[in-house]
């Protein structure tokens, strides 16, 4: 059974930082791309940072500069460093892990809520 399960949400105040973690089980995680999306109310989905299993990170726009993801895999674990966190930023966090098409998982979601 695979599990991706996040932590490291909360309430912070504007120009804080928080660093979420997205622990998995149940695959070879080393060889997945891991990304971080948020869906804040009444909008889609989005990307905030990806890592490949190769190492290569890209970024939102929104994010770039901020945030920093990276991966341990002797850990089965995906970070996410957030600094100068903006209210904008308020959302529901997700992991993901993905294997080309063959299989993608999602984590349940951790809440960040960021405080003027």
């Known amino acids: 059974q695979v599990q991706l399960v996040e932590s490291g949400g909360g309430l912070v105040q504007a120009g804080g930082s928080l660093r979420l973690s997205c622990t998995a089980s149940g695959i070879m995680f080393s060889i997945y791309a891991l990304g971080w999306h948020r869906q804040a109310p009444g909008k889609q989905r989005e990307l905030v940072a990806a890592?490949?299993?190769?190492?290569?990170?890209n970024y939102a726009d929104s994010a770039k500069g901020r945030f920093t993801i990276s991966r341990d895999n002797a850990k089965n674990t995906v970070y996410l460093q957030m600094n100068s966190l903006k209210p904008e930023d308020t959302a529901v966090y997700y992991c993901?892990?993905?294997?080309?098409?063959?299989?993608?998982?999602w984590g349940q979601g951790t809440q960040i809520t960021v405080s003027t």
């Open positions: 890592i490949t299993s190769g190492g290569s990170t």
């Open positions: 993901r892990a993905r294997r080309a098409t063959i299989s993608d998982y």
